[in-house]
């Protein structure tokens, strides 16, 4: 059974940072690429970043590049969601995600397992 446990979310003011864990209960984690999305309040989940397999590889999408970085320990079966320079529009529940193997990292279709979400709250 899989299991992804989300942490590190909360309330900050705009310009913080704040860093998102998510522990992956998962046998061969390092065997599969991972993702972060978050889904505001009203809007559909979108994609904010992914990591590949070993780590080597990141994509993420226009609105955060700059300022969050996706990170990965093999190790401890971790993925990590760091985040700058928070803006209001960064509100919203963020959740971690394991990718199969196929599909493009975009695309939360191709993501079969998912945790249950941390909030992040930026205020101005």
């Known amino acids: 059974q899989v299991q992804l446990v989300e942490s590190g979310g909360g309330s900050v003011q705009a310009g913080g940072s704040l860093r998102l864990s998510c522990a992956a209960f998962?046998?061969?984690?390092?065997?599969?690429?991972m993702g972060w999305f978050r889904q505001a309040p009203g809007k559909e989940r979108e994609f904010v970043a992914a990591i590949s397999e070993s780590g080597g590889g990141t994509a993420d999408t226009h609105s955060v590049k700059g300022r969050f970085t996706i990170s990965r320990d093999n190790a401890k079966n971790t993925v990590y969601l760091q985040m700058n320079s928070l803006k209001p529009e960064d509100t919203a529940v963020y959740y971690c995600?394991?990718?199969?193997?196929?599909?493009?990292?975009?695309?939360?279709?191709?993501?079969?397992?998912w945790g249950q979400g941390t909030q992040v709250t930026v205020s101005s």
């Open positions: 998962i046998r061969t984690f390092s065997s599969y690429a």
């Open positions: 995600a394991v990718k199969g193997n196929q599909g493009f990292f975009e695309a939360a279709r191709y993501y079969g397992y």
